[in-house]
């Protein structure tokens, strides 16, 4: 039972760091291509922007989960990048329920 949990102690952060790049870069790509239809473009190049946008901001989530100093503090990142995305997101959401 103590080898198992010195395992899983040594392993938990590395499996955490997977899940943040892989889960919380979909949301983040997926925020950033909702929150770019809240720029100042018509709707088609917003689309576009966003899918552009969610490209870079899926690759710099990636790059960041596995530069950060502890697993912590990769999803602390994702977490301050995402708020205001949602944000974002949100108005766009609620814009296009209103119409």
């Known amino acids: ?18 899940a943040a790049a892989a889960v ?3 949301v983040l790509a ?3 291509s909702v929150a770019a239809i809240a720029l100042a473009f018509d709707k088609v190049q917003g689309v576009l922007t966003g899918q552009l946008l969610s ?3 899926y690759a710099a989530a990636v ?4 530069a950060a100093r502890t697993a912590w503090r ?12 949602l944000v974002a997101a949100w108005s766009v959401w609620f814009a296009g329920a209103a119409s």
Request: net charge positive; charged share 10%; aromatic share 14%.
């Open 1 to 18: 039972m103590n080898a198992a949990l010195a395992r899983a102690r040594r392993i938990g952060p590395l499996v955490s760091r997977i």
């Open 24 to 26: 919380g870069g979909y």
């Open 30 to 32: 997926a925020l950033a």
């Open 55 to 57: 490209f870079v901001f």
């Open 63 to 66: 790059i960041w989960v596995f």
């Open 74 to 85: 990769a999803w602390a990142g994702l977490l301050v990048v995402g708020v205001p995305l």
